[in-house]
């Protein structure tokens, strides 16, 4: 019996290894597929469609676990991350190292499709999304991002 106990527990184990290192795996790849420079090509914020004028001059360029927005070329905000994309939906966290939200964390969303990826965010300090509905007054942001294209 105490064999057959071990066993149990060793396999299970395994699983729980395997799940792990999956986790990983699947999170060091979603990682990669972040990185680089992005252009912005939607944004909402409270359900409110971002002014083009403001959507157009907005750029994301991720490096590692840090990822920095800037508007117009100034700093709109800087934030390491870490993603899992074991949760449904895919989750990321911002801690802010720039920007107004600096020292606070922003718990989001995310989805990546080939050369775009989508994030909703709650406010800093609030709830993660659960999903990529915007409503008015809800203090999410949602933007759309493609992948800047070599010259």
Not at 29 to 56: C, N
Not at 104 to 111: A, D, F, R, S, V
Not at 124 to 134: L, V
Request: glycine letters at 10%.
């Amino acid at each position: 019996m105490k064999k057959l106990v071990c066993l149990v527990a060793i396999g299970l184990m395994a699983v729980w290894i395997a799940n792990v290192s999956g986790d990983e795996a699947g999170a060091k790849q979603d990682l990669e597929k972040l990185q680089g420079e992005w252009t912005m090509v939607m944004g909402e914020i409270e359900g409110q469609a971002m002014p083009e004028q403001m959507r157009a001059v907005m750029r994301r360029v991720a490096k590692d676990d840090e990822t920095t927005i800037t508007m117009a070329g100034q700093l709109f905000m800087k934030a390491k991350f870490t993603v899992d994309p074991s949760k449904t939906p895919k989750a990321i966290d911002y801690n802010m190292t720039g920007g107004p939200t600096s020292g606070k964390t922003q718990l989001g969303i995310y989805e990546i499709d080939g050369e775009q990826v989508k994030f909703c965010f709650g406010s800093p300090g609030k709830e993660r999304p659960t999903s990529f509905k915007m409503e008015a007054g809800d203090g999410r942001t949602l933007s759309v991002w493609t992948r800047k294209k070599e010259p």
